[in-house]
């Protein structure tokens, strides 16, 4: 029995589950300048001490809704993949994130709850909230499904330019 | 212990980088003086490839410590004398050492990477030059017997001061521990040899002594091997700890002693002579101190060339970057909080002020140490060129200057490169073979300069070779050929405009591609390469004696300056080295105008047509509704100009554009912002992955008030700029005719002022010193004349009115505007109401309606008529007894005078001073003119602007001094102020252009010498 540590968040009323372990920071107000010419997923930049972050909103990856940045919203910063590789060649994670330092926005932020393994089940094969491509597994919560995603896929630089056809 | 390992290997491959690095230049240098004893550059190579060997033994990495080995041998015999080396056996060891780095850079696979060749090759030449023993095992005792005593760095005196050789090994940091190996049980046993042992020591330190003598122990599988103890007696840095794991041994084996007892046993068995094994070899302690290369074939004093230095990751930097720039913008808000609300502590303010200057202070530094002396990119090059001369049969010779010119690491490493480009085209066109050298009367052996300095902040390189120059008239061909350009466009090109067409993309001059350089990506990669770092590069050529590309570079790319724009309410950061400058359009007194030609909205600059990009309806992908208005605006200004002109003044003000004049390599551009902020020092952060898909991001940076803005990679828009605009270009070129054909060179700029109400008055640019702005109540009168005190000095001002027909000024305002020319011998000042602007023309001048003394003619420019004034006729009539004009009366000298000046406003000006010398010169428009006038032989002197069209001023003495009698015949220059240096070659002399009196002087003074001879 391995217990793990899960941030719930949600996009479109969607309720999504992270690995804690992968999350840096969740911010409220982060000051967003845009970016232009690239696709919808990338929101801008933002300043995180010192540091320039890209904010993405990957519910563009998942075929939702384009979000609007308001004052509402929540940016989870996650950890890079080189702040990751302790936990890594630990093996305490499998999960992966992007080589750079990002935060994706979020309508709402919901508790951290604590889950074993067994808890999570496998895609079925008619789930069709998001592409399966995304998700991990879900968990039924109460009345909801959570869906863990798979931020490897979703923050996968390659398909920038077409994530969405 | 894995990680430790891991550790330990990292800094074997830092180190191996280093020893192999100096192996090089020193190999050359060796080359170089080929047949003569070069013992130092021997050394430094023989100890570098040594300490590898031991290291690599170490490790186990038996490929590379056996081809290191039979290098090491090889050498060994070099510096002994056996053997003097030749240029083959240079170059098995050159290559030998580019497969050690090979091999080093790629430890996982080593194994895979041949090395046969060199060892064969090496075996070879050890088996040519037999010697007593050629066996391995002396190896070991051959090296040090030698260098202690030869190396400067073993810190020992010849034998005999052990005592000093001890204290400095302590003084470094060694320790001492005599190690015992039981010659049976821990050597043979572990099938292991003594001299195997002795090199693992070495490895790890500094082996000062040995009980036996290795060579004269028993074999293994001998009974007495067990009897014997071998003792060796090791100096070295590491802890104790280390020891039992890196040498494999048991803590028993190990005794730590202290110097006293380290004396003790030396100088013991220093007496017995049996210390041939241990009395050591160079200074290889692996220490973290480096010592900095020497430069080869010049021994230096070696204690001032130790510095202390520490490996630091690029990462660490970087990230030391990032919090002093997070530093700076909370030291920039905390002051903003202390200027408001801390008045009522008294100490506060100082303290604010230090942590100020810690803070830059602190970023400075971080900023220096990311710098790198250029030197390491430099040293790559001897080897380059020395390869290429060999495979080209050449014979070139490589001087390398500043190599300690400090550059940002990040460019260094794109510089890499081009930079090699540069020295391979060098090498393999510029330079011609050996003969053909001779038969053109130069020295056999090529010469390439390499040349690194700074100026004016920033880096220049020059790469100069002695070859053979580029030749125009096969760039045009190539050109031609190559359908790049049709002759049309070639016509009327100066030289250095032809040079530059090298740099188009898919030129390739070399008549034969060869392997070394030249697949048609030339010239234009690298200029795009350099450009990309924010620099130029500039390309000069004689044909027959060389060519120079001068690179110029910023010193670092982690801080640019730019200027921070605002476009649709985002802010952006623009590179100020792509700005060349700003200009408004709209608003009530706007000069300039913006266009549509087909659909693209272009700007008219000066003569020049930009294409304008919205920044804002680019990014958000907008109609851009600058465009829009752009029409409307055009109809409401034509709609002006038809009104009296004090009506359109009331008149609804044409909505205000700032406009940056942007330029990216030959593509200059307007970009249309909302609003012009700071000009900035900004911090560049790299882009993320997922916004290097945009075309129009170079970088990313945080402002002042700690939000990020995005660098515009002006180079970007240009292309975007650019897409339609050459279409609409050519048409407006079609649409303007001939255009062109006058080139701009001609186009002088004019001072226009007000002295009157409406009328303008112009004067040339160049000889106006400066502007003052002066209150009326400041002027003086004396004696019915009015001055005015500049610095304690009184300088006569006169209107215009006074002496030419012009309106006179009206008497209300408060100030004034005070012109004082530049070039004349008693500075009178002249007076304007109001100044206007300064124009660029090279209209045609109207002189026949314009007789009057102090006047040239008049033009119009920008539909209005402006009067050209003549500054010297203005004060000959101001004051006649300065300004007493030098007459020549010599019909000769008038005769001879030939002056060739395509502008017609300077035309009529020279015209006006010749007049009133009572000279009467004939005048050529072009060069060509002038050349035709020649022919005859009757002209003398010819006074000549430094741009003349159809022919240029060169061309044209080249052709004159082919001419009989034609070296007989004058050129002076009539240059800028700016132009000195250039015109001082091919001219007689020269004079300022509007230096009227210097002028009479030099027709007369120059007319008197010819007729002399």
């Known amino acids: 029995m391995s217990l793990r540590q899960y941030i719930s968040f949600t996009i479109d009323d969607i309720l999504f589950g992270l690995d804690i372990l992968l999350v840096k920071e969740i911010n409220k107000k982060l000051d967003v300048t845009p970016a232009y010419d690239v696709s919808d997923f990338v929101v801008g930049t933002s300043n995180l001490r010192g540091q320039v972050i890209?904010?993405?909103?990957?519910?563009?990856?998942?075929?939702?809704?384009?979000?609007?940045?308001?004052?509402?919203?929540?940016?989870?910063?996650?950890?890079?993949?080189?702040?990751?590789?302790?936990?890594?060649?630990?093996?305490?994670?499998?999960?992966?994130?992007?080589?750079?330092?990002?935060?994706?926005?979020?309508?709402?932020?919901?508790?951290?709850?604590?889950?074993?393994?067994?808890?999570?089940?496998?895609?079925?094969?008619?789930?069709?909230?998001?592409?399966?491509?995304?998700?991990?597994?879900?968990?039924?919560?109460?009345?909801?499904l959570m869906i863990m995603l798979n931020l490897g896929a979703a923050l996968a630089v390659e398909e920038a330019g077409n994530a969405t056809s | 212990m894995d990680k430790f390992k891991e550790d330990l290997l990292s800094d074997f491959v830092l180190e191996s980088r280093e020893h192999l690095e100096s192996v090089e230049p020193n190999l050359l240098d060796i080359e170089e003086h080929l047949g003569e004893d070069s013992p130092v550059a021997i050394n430094e190579v023989f100890r570098a490839i040594h300490s590898l060997k031991g290291s690599a033994a170490f490790f186990g990495l038996n490929k590379i410590k056996?081809?290191?080995?039979?290098?090491?041998?090889?050498?060994?015999?070099?510096?002994?004398?056996?053997?003097?080396?030749?240029?083959?056996?240079?170059?098995?060891?050159?290559?030998?050492?580019?497969?050690?780095?090979?091999?080093?850079?790629?430890?996982?696979?080593?194994?895979?990477?041949?090395?046969?060749?060199?060892?064969e090759a090496l075996q070879k030449y050890l088996d040519k030059n037999p010697s007593n023993e050629s066996s391995s095992s002396d190896t070991i005792e051959m090296p040090v017997n030698e260098s202690a005593s030869k190396t400067p760095e073993a810190g020992s005196a010849p034998s005999g001061?052990?005592?000093?050789?001890?204290?400095?090994?302590?003084?470094?940091?060694?320790?001492?521990?005599?190690?015992?190996?039981?010659?049976?049980?821990?050597?043979?046993?572990?099938?292991?040899?003594?001299?195997?042992?002795?090199?693992?020591?070495?490895?790890?330190?500094?082996?000062?002594?040995?009980?036996?003598?290795?060579?004269q122990l028993p074999a293994p599988g001998d009974p007495e091997a067990t009897q014997v103890n071998i003792v060796f007696l090791l100096a070295t840095v590491l802890q104790e700890d280390f020891l039992y794991d890196g040498l494999e041994i048991e803590q028993s084996q190990v005794s730590a002693i202290d110097a006293d007892e380290a004396r003790k046993i030396l100088s013991s068995d220093g007496q017995q002579g049996s210390s041939s094994a241990g009395s050591s070899k160079a200074s290889e302690t692996p220490s973290e101190v480096s010592v900095k290369k020497e430069t080869p074939g010049r021994p230096k004093a070696t204690k001032s060339e130790i510095r202390e230095t520490l490996r630091v990751d690029?990462?660490?930097?970087?990230?030391?970057?990032?919090?002093?720039?997070?530093?700076?913008?909370?030291?920039?808000?905390?002051?903003?909080?202390?200027?408001?609300?801390?008045?009522?502590?008294?100490?506060?303010?100082?303290?604010?002020?230090?942590?100020?200057?810690?803070?830059?202070?602190?970023?400075?530094?971080?900023?220096?140490?990311?710098?790198?002396?250029?030197?390491?990119?430099?040293?790559?090059?001897p080897r380059i060129i020395r390869d290429l001369a060999r495979q080209l049969d050449k014979e070139i010779d490589l001087v390398i200057e500043g190599k300690d010119v400090d550059m940002d690491k990040s460019i260094i490493e794109t510089l890499s490169d081009p930079l090699t480009h540069l020295i391979r085209n060098c090498a393999d066109h510029a330079i011609e073979k050996p003969d053909v050298r001779v038969a053109a009367n130069k020295p056999r052996r090529g010469k390439v300069i390499l040349r690194a300095y700074h100026k004016s902040g920033q880096v220049y390189i020059d790469i100069n070779d002695d070859g053979a120059g580029i030749d125009p008239e096969v760039i045009k061909a190539k050109v031609v050929e190559k359908n790049l350009r049709t002759p049309e466009?070639?016509?009327?090109?100066?030289?250095?405009?032809?040079?530059?067409?090298?740099?188009?993309?898919?030129?390739?001059?070399?008549?034969?591609?060869?392997?070394?350089?030249?697949?048609?990506?030339?010239?234009?990669?690298?200029?795009?390469?350099?450009?990309?770092?924010?620099?130029?590069?500039?390309?000069?050529?004689?044909?027959?004696e060389g060519s120079t590309v001068t690179l110029k570079l910023p010193l670092t790319l982690a801080i640019i300056p730019s200027q921070i724009i605002d476009a649709g309410g985002v802010r952006y950061a623009i590179p100020q080295i792509n700005l060349e400058e700003m200009v408004q359009v709209g608003?009530?007194?706007?000069?300039?105008?913006?266009?549509?030609?087909?659909?693209?909205?272009?700007?008219?600059?000066?003569?020049?047509?930009?294409?304008?990009?919205?920044?804002?309806?680019?990014?958000?992908?907008?109609?851009?509704?600058?465009?829009?208005?752009?029409?409307?605006?055009?109809?409401?200004?034509?709609?002006?100009?038809?009104?009296?002109?004090?009506?359109?003044?009331?008149?609804?003000?044409?909505?205000?554009?700032?406009?940056?004049?942007?330029?990216?390599?030959?593509?200059?551009?307007?970009?249309?912002?909302?609003?012009?902020?700071?000009?900035?020092?900004?911090?560049?952060?790299?882009?993320?992955?997922?916004?290097?898909?945009?075309?129009?991001?170079?970088g990313a940076t945080i402002l002042g008030d700690g939000k990020v803005s995005m660098i515009v990679d002006v180079a970007g828009l240009a292309e975007t700029a650019y897409l339609d605009f050459d279409r609409c270009k050519s048409q407006e070129n079609v649409a303007s005719t001939g255009s062109d054909t006058r080139g701009t060179n001609r186009k002088e700029q004019f001072f226009v002022f007000e002295s009157g109400t409406d009328e303008l008055f112009a004067l040339p640019l160049q000889m106006i010193s400066r502007v003052d702005k002066i209150r009326r109540?400041?002027?003086?009168?004396?004696?019915?004349?009015?001055?005015?005190?500049?610095?304690?000095?009184?300088?006569?001002?006169?209107?215009?009115?006074?002496?030419?027909?012009?309106?006179?000024?009206?008497?209300?305002?408060?100030?004034?505007?005070?012109?004082?020319?530049?070039?004349?011998?008693?500075?009178?000042?002249?007076?304007?109401t109001s100044i206007h602007d300064i124009l660029e023309s090279d209209a045609e001048l109207n002189c026949a309606d314009h007789m009057s003394r102090g006047v040239i003619g008049s033009a119009m420019i920008d539909e209005k008529a402006v009067v050209f004034l003549d500054l010297f006729g203005l004060f000959e009539m101001a004051a006649p007894e300065l300004y007493v004009s030098p007459s020549i009366n010599d019909d000769k000298i008038s005769s001879q005078l030939l002056i060739a000046d395509s502008n017609p406003a300077h035309a009529a000006l020279l015209n006006r001073f010749c007049h009133s010398a009572n000279l009467n010169p004939r005048f050529a428009k072009t060069g060509m003119e002038a050349f035709q006038a020649l022919k005859d032989g009757r002209y003398k002197t010819v006074l000549t602007a430094p741009q003349l069209s159809v022919l240029d001023p060169e061309s044209l003495i080249a052709q004159v001094g082919s001419m009989e009698n034609g070296d007989k015949i004058r050129f002076i220059a009539l240059t800028d102020l700016a132009q000195k240096k250039e015109a001082d070659d091919i001219f007689d002399d020269r004079i300022l252009k509007f230096d009227k009196h210097r002028l009479l002087e030099v027709i007369g003074a120059v007319d008197c010498e010819v007729t002399e001879v």
């Open chain 2, 66 to 119: 056996d081809l290191a080995h039979v290098m090491e041998n090889l050498l060994m015999k070099a510096r002994d004398h056996e053997i003097v080396l030749d240029r083959n056996q240079i170059s098995t060891l050159l290559s030998g050492t580019d497969k050690l780095a090979a091999m080093v850079e790629d430890l996982q696979n080593c194994d895979a990477i041949d090395t046969t060749e060199e060892l």
């Open chain 2, 489 to 544: 466009q070639l016509k009327g090109l100066s030289e250095q405009e032809i040079l530059k067409l090298i740099f188009l993309p898919g030129f390739s001059t070399a008549q034969n591609v060869t392997e070394v350089s030249g697949r048609g990506v030339g010239m234009d990669v690298v200029r795009t390469n350099i450009e990309k770092l924010g620099g130029s590069l500039h390309l000069d050529s004689t044909l027959g």
């Open chain 2, 777 to 832: 109540d400041e002027l003086i009168v004396i004696d019915g004349k009015m001055f005015f005190s500049h610095f304690g000095e009184l300088i006569r001002l006169i209107w215009l009115h006074e002496f030419i027909p012009a309106a006179r000024p009206d008497e209300s305002s408060e100030y004034i505007h005070v012109i004082l020319p530049k070039v004349v011998k008693h500075t009178i000042g002249v007076c304007a």
């Open chain 2, 314 to 381: 690029v990462k660490t930097l970087n990230k030391l970057m990032d919090l002093a720039g997070e530093l700076v913008l909370n030291r920039n808000q905390l002051k903003q909080v202390v200027e408001t609300e801390g008045k009522e502590i008294n100490s506060l303010g100082s303290l604010m002020q230090s942590i100020n200057i810690v803070t830059s202070e602190l970023q400075a530094t971080i900023m220096n140490a990311r710098l790198q002396p250029i030197g390491v990119l430099f040293n790559k090059f």
């Open chain 1, 54 to 144: 890209t904010i993405l909103d990957i519910g563009c990856r998942l075929e939702l809704q384009p979000r609007e940045v308001t004052s509402d919203s929540r940016v989870i910063v996650l950890k890079s993949e080189q702040e990751l590789s302790q936990h890594h060649k630990s093996g305490r994670l499998t999960e992966h994130t992007s080589e750079d330092s990002v935060g994706i926005v979020c309508d709402h932020i919901g508790d951290v709850i604590e889950l074993d393994d067994r808890d999570i089940q496998p895609i079925p094969a008619n789930f069709s909230i998001v592409s399966a491509h995304f998700a991990n597994g879900i968990y039924q919560m109460d009345e909801t």
């Open chain 2, 161 to 215: 001061s052990v005592d000093d050789e001890i204290e400095a090994l302590r003084k470094r940091g060694n320790k001492f521990f005599q190690i015992t190996y039981s010659l049976g049980h821990q050597i043979h046993s572990k099938s292991k040899t003594p001299e195997g042992t002795l090199e693992l020591l070495e490895s790890l330190g500094k082996v000062l002594n040995c009980s036996h003598d290795l060579t």
């Open chain 2, 587 to 698: 608003g009530k007194n706007g000069k300039y105008k913006v266009e549509v030609i087909n659909g693209k909205e272009v700007l008219r600059l000066r003569g020049d047509l930009l294409p304008l990009v919205d920044m804002n309806a680019l990014l958000k992908k907008e109609k851009s509704e600058f465009s829009e208005q752009i029409v409307d605006d055009n109809e409401l200004q034509d709609a002006q100009v038809g009104l009296e002109k004090d009506h359109a003044e009331d008149d609804v003000e044409v909505a205000k554009r700032n406009i940056l004049v942007l330029s990216a390599g030959a593509n200059r551009f307007g970009l249309i912002v909302s609003e012009l902020l700071d000009s900035e020092e900004i911090v560049v952060k790299p882009l993320s992955s997922y916004l290097k898909a945009c075309r129009y991001y170079a």
